[in-house]
């Protein structure tokens, strides 16, 4: 029976067992869809990569994204931990700081960031560019339902495609948006309806505080009630704000995590071309998988 190598790495934070986890699985090549599959189910992580040989001349490497339920097209977080893994093993160097995925969204572009020992300090990923679309009056009451809060009536409540699609909406505050328990299986019932991955909802911390943000994500229809702290949907709360709200260039920091005990930090950049999403990471278990 073959051995893969096999790494966990905690992202979005530089202290290990905070952020959230990703198994990063390499040489992945002759593993079939239904093996990906399952050890992303055994796993039983939010997410589990698989790394294989770039089929595109401009990429470094190909990388396959599994929740425990199914296959994401991309991810934030596993973006970010597979990058991280592949350059602390010496499997990809960066050229003047630079990489490119390869996964089922196309090629992504990543930067990275180094101390001075070379060791990686940040991650940078170009988030896919977002397709939004209003929920109607009557899905976002459902949803209201489901979740058991409200969102702030005067802004939309949208689904926002950025390779996983995220219902994503504004809560009042900080307190209101750890308060939420939501109904899981109506919520995943509710998200199947719509063909959406999740939902992402954001609340905004008073001016003068350590972060911009506090986000939640939920996703129960893939398998994942809570998020400990996601890139895509973070990415996603920032297209919504460019695009729903008309912020055009600016830097923000987001805080997830809190309610599900894995605090992690993300950097988000918006100007007109482009969105970027950012954070450490840090290499947790190491050894090797036997199919």
């Known amino acids: 029976m073959p051995n893969f190598p096999f790494k966990q790495v905690d992202v979005f934070t530089h202290m290990p067992f905070q952020g959230n986890p990703v198994a990063v699985v390499f040489d992945a090549d ?29 990429a470094d490497y190909h990388v396959r994204i599994f929740t425990p339920g199914n296959e994401l097209p991309f991810a934030g977080h596993p973006t970010i931990g597979t990058a991280f893994a592949l350059l602390e093993a010496g499997r990809v160097a960066a050229n003047q700081g630079r990489l490119i995925q390869e996964c089922r969204a196309g090629l992504i572009e990543l930067s990275v960031s180094t101390n001075k020992d070379q ?9 896919p560019a977002a397709h939004i679309t209003e929920l109607s009056v009557d899905q976002r009451q459902s949803l209201e339902s489901v979740l058991g809060c409200s969102c702030v009536q005067t802004q939309p409540v949208a689904i926002v ?4 699609k995220w219902i994503v909406g504004e809560v009042a505050d900080f307190d209101a948006l750890l308060a939420i328990t939501p109904d899981f299986a109506q919520l995943a019932c509710f998200e199947q309806g719509l063909g959406v991955t999740g939902v992402t909802l954001f609340a905004r911390y008073m001016e003068g505080s350590a972060c911009d943000f506090e986000v939640r994500t939920f996703a129960p229809s893939c ?6 702290v996601c890139g895509s949907g973070n990415g996603a709360v920032a297209a919504y704000l460019q695009q729903c709200l008309s912020i055009d260039e600016d830097r923000f920091s987001s805080a997830q995590g809190q309610s599900v005990g894995r605090a992690g930090r993300i950097s988000l950049s918006i100007s007109p071309d482009q969105i970027k999403v950012g954070g450490g990471a840090v290499t947790v278990v190491k050894g090797e998988i036997t199919v």
């Open 30 to 58: 002759n593993l079939t869809s239904d093996q990906m599959q399952s050890i992303a189910r055994w796993t039983n992580l939010s997410e589990t990569t698989f790394v294989s040989r770039a089929s595109h001349p401009d």
């Open 119 to 127: 060791s990686v300090e940040r991650i940078e990923f170009v988030l």
């Open 161 to 164: 495609d950025v390779g996983p």
């Open 223 to 228: 398998g994942v009630n809570e998020d400990p």
